[in-house]
């Protein structure tokens, strides 16, 4: 099946590919979690965020939010490091050059971070603070990746060792859209309150998904990270 994919992935039908894709991950369920399967699907979706059309980008973050939620069917998978590390590889890459893939990227990065519930506080740096640059900014800083196209790889396992996918990243250039820059804003507010409290004062709406667990745990985490909020 997964030869067949590829296949019919490179004859043009990304489109169809990647809801058979994501349907396959749903059956798959927890069986996802261990084994080695993940690197064989993973090509699949690679050649949604490497083609050039902004529908077939759209559509490839969200297979990718397919994936997100098969991991978050364990809360130990989802926010296990290496995990997070892979579902991220999408999010850094400098691929959202047009409003609706950078506005699919916000949302899909920011359902992420819902789903990684109070593990959000714990991987702030390498999650959410990115987020809030992609979404304010326009750009992620590079982290050590090497500049060039975007493109899905195993790294050399140390002996008994899983491999781990990953994705390298090009230098960012900043593509700044109003409308993603809101959703930011609505980002920034979710993760620094919990709310009106008192119900006869007006109620603010978001249009993005509200989280399950605060992510600034206090005082002493907002002054560690308040450069990121500021």
Not at 2 to 19: F, G, L
Not at 26 to 53: A, D, M, T, Y
Not at 87 to 100: C, D, G, T
Request: aromatic share 8%.
């Amino acid at each position: 099946l997964i030869a067949e994919m590829k296949k019919v992935m490179n004859n043009k039908n990304e489109v169809h590919i990647m809801t058979t894709w994501s349907l396959y991950v749903r059956l798959l369920g927890k069986l996802l979690h261990h084994g080695s399967l993940i690197n064989l699907l993973l090509p699949i979706v690679e050649q949604g965020f490497k083609n050039q059309s902004p529908a077939i980008k759209c559509h490839a973050y969200t297979t990718w939010r397919t994936l997100i939620d098969n991991f978050a069917l364990n809360s130990e998978i989802v926010r296990d490091h290496k995990r997070v590390k892979l579902l991220m590889q999408v999010f850094r890459i400098n691929n959202a050059k047009v409003e609706p893939v950078a506005l699919e990227k916000m949302r899909v990065w920011w359902h992420f971070i819902v789903q990684l519930r109070e593990a959000a506080s714990v991987y702030f740096e390498q999650v959410c603070q990115p987020m809030l640059q992609f979404s304010i900014n326009g750009a992620v800083a590079p982290t050590g990746t090497t500049p060039g196209k975007p493109q899905f790889g195993v790294r050399t396992p140390k002996p008994g060792a899983p491999p781990t996918p990953q994705m390298s990243s090009s230098l960012p250039t900043p593509y700044v859209f109003p409308s993603v820059q809101r959703q930011g804003a609505e980002a920034l507010a979710l993760l620094l309150g919990k709310g009106i409290e008192d119900r006869s004062l007006p109620q603010p709406t978001f249009t993005l998904e509200l989280l399950h667990a605060e992510v600034v745990t206090g005082v002493t985490f907002f002054l560690k990270h308040s450069s990121a909020f500021i």
